[in-house]
């Protein structure tokens, strides 16, 4: 998380510098706790794992990807406007949700979802760095309030 904060406020200054557009997403696993329960802590671990191998697969290298905190991931587009960025979070939730997670002998299947806020950055505002990610993290948790298995964004 440390070094995300710190690419995040790096690639914040050269937005701010440059009026280049930087868009951060925030993501967390829906009902991740019902996930433990229902399948154990190992399951729970093995999920979160393929959440960042597809986030890595489906980012591109100059974007981050970072966890965030418990099952709650940022990533970090530079150069990506806000309807790319909503476009690349709706391609992650998708292939979240279709993957087959290795679970003793068999998988699960089609239970792992993830509800997504995603905000852009306006070059001309002078806000602190991170009150900008406290901002997309309302966007996730509106996410999750209008149903979950979703993304929201800044209008």
């Known amino acids: 998380r440390r070094g995300f904060e710190e690419a995040y406020a790096a690639e914040f200054a050269r937005s701010m510098r440059t009026g280049d557009v930087l868009t951060v997403s925030m993501l967390d696993v829906d009902d991740f706790k019902l996930l433990n329960d229902r399948f154990g802590h190992q399951a729970g671990d093995t999920a979160l794992k393929h959440l960042a191998d597809v986030l890595r697969e489906t980012l591109r290298p100059t974007d981050a ?11 970090l587009l530079p150069d990506t406007n806000l309807e790319s960025a909503r476009q690349v979070a709706e391609k992650c939730r998708q292939l979240i949700l279709r993957q087959q997670i290795p679970h003793e002998k068999s998988s699960i299947s089609g239970i792992v979802t993830v509800s997504l806020g995603v905000g852009t950055v306006i070059p001309t505002s002078d806000g ?9 993290d ?6 999750k309030q209008n149903g979950r298995d979703r993304v929201e964004s800044m209008q």
Request: hydrophobic letters at 50%; zero cysteines; a negative charge.
């Open 65 to 75: 990807i970072a966890r965030y905190g418990g099952e709650e991931f940022a990533l």
């Open 128 to 136: 602190l760095p991170l009150g900008f990610i406290d901002q997309v």
């Open 138 to 143: 309302k966007l996730l948790y509106q996410a």
